[in-house]
């Protein structure tokens, strides 16, 4: 079992940047996929990035490949999202997830375990 905290959301302007951290706790993590979801008052959570075990794989989604970049320390047992270039539709709060695959999913539902959220707000 593993479990997830975020951090590192806040207020920023359109164009700026942002990196959150996604803290988990157990020994277990370096065998975890993971993945960063978002989620936007009145909408679906979405799938971010995603990143495999040993984070030499990773995925993105289309509206914020070029932009986002997902990376983790397995050392630190933390995974990261650098978001740059943020747009204010970029706003929402922000999930870690685990997998214990060791893969990572687009669908929310392959994920066992989530962080409570960090909220990120991008002002135009």
């Known amino acids: 079992q593993v479990q997830l905290v975020e951090s590192g959301g806040g207020l920023v302007q359109a164009g700026g940047s942002l990196r959150l951290s996604c803290s988990a706790s157990?020994?277990?993590?370096?065998?975890?996929?993971m993945g960063w979801f978002r989620q936007a008052p009145g909408k679906e959570r979405e799938f971010v990035a995603g990143?495999?075990?040993?984070?030499?794989?990773?995925y993105y989604a289309d509206n914020v490949k070029g932009r986002f970049t997902i990376s983790r320390d397995n050392a630190k047992n933390t995974m990261y999202l650098q978001m740059n270039s943020l747009k204010p539709e970029d706003t929402a709060v922000y999930y870690c997830?685990?997998?214990?695959?060791?893969?990572?999913?687009?669908?929310?539902?392959?994920?066992?375990?989530w962080g409570q959220g960090t909220q990120v707000t991008v002002s135009s």
């Open positions: 157990g020994r277990t993590f370096s065998s975890y996929g």
């Open positions: 990143i495999r075990w040993s984070g030499g794989n990773t």
């Open positions: 997830a685990a997998s214990s695959s060791g893969y990572y999913y687009r669908h929310k539902g392959d994920y066992a375990y």
